[in-house]
């Protein structure tokens, strides 16, 4: 199970950091990524680490202001999120799937396991 939180409403130019909470005892087995969805966009992936964390990836339009980390031993991923645009408004997932340890997510990734979503709403 995934949990989100963190979400909100922030100024352009602002930031937020999202958290996610997962239950299970082999969390170290897992690559972690964010997801977002816009109205009447296809859901898109943001960023992913792999299950130690040493390995990231990014989508080009977030590169240089996001940040994902993972802290395994509280079972937590967080998406560190500066300089937000109106562009990043979505509903924001967590999703896990059982992968190789370096392996940190791509645009084609479709993990197992899904949160439910936090709101991003960034005002201009």
């Known amino acids: 199970q995934l949990v989100e939180s963190g979400g909100g409403l922030v100024q352009a130019g602002g930031s937020l950091r999202l958290s996610c909470v997962a239950s299970?005892?082999?969390?170290?087995?897992?690559?972690v990524g964010w997801f977002r969805q816009a109205p009447g966009k296809k859901r898109e992936f943001v960023a992913g680490i792999s299950g130690s964390g040493e390995n990231t990836n990014y989508v080009d339009s977030v590169k240089g202001r996001f940040t994902i980390s993972r802290d395994n031993a509280k079972n937590m991923v967080y998406l560190q999120m500066n300089s937000l645009k109106p562009e990043d408004m979505a509903v924001y997932y967590c999703a896990a799937g059982w992968a190789s340890p370096m392996f940190s997510g791509t645009t084609y990734w479709i993990p197992s396991y899904w949160g439910q979503g936090t709101q991003v709403a960034v005002s201009s």
């Open positions: 299970g005892r082999t969390f170290d087995r897992y690559a």
